[in-house]
């Protein structure tokens, strides 16, 4: 496998606007990002919002702490074809999981 790995973190602001989902998509698609880390006021990441945001290839393989009133949230997201998550936790003020390279 010769992908490179393009990490992408980054608080926008915005997304409840189809154009700028679109925006976020067509950055993510043509920068390759293969991980995405974002900092969000979403309420509630469907697959749908995550594929409309992110493209086909993050919508089975994402986690979020959801945004709550004025306290942001956070989206983590990787591409299924080269990661898999696991050990996914929330906690309070937190998401975290473990990133697996898929060989």
Same mark, same amino acid.
């Given at each position: 496998m010769s992908q490179k790995n393009v990490n992408l973190c980054w608080n926008i602001r915005g997304l409840n606007a189809a154009a700028r989902r679109a925006s976020v998509r067509n950055t993510v698609t043509s920068l390759g990002a293969t991980i995405v880390? %974002?900092?969000?006021?979403?309420?509630?990441?469907?697959?749908? $919002?995550?594929?409309?945001? $992110?493209? %086909?290839?993050?919508a089975r393989k994402y986690m979020a702490f959801l945004a709550s009133g004025t306290r942001g949230g956070i989206l983590i997201a990787v591409d299924e074809i080269f990661f898999n998550p696991h050990n996914c936790s929330t906690t309070e003020y937190t998401v975290s999981a473990d990133i697996t390279l898929l060989l």
């Open positions: 880390c %974002q900092e969000t006021k979403i309420a509630h990441w469907s697959t749908h $919002l995550v594929v409309d945001t $992110l493209g %086909q290839r993050f």
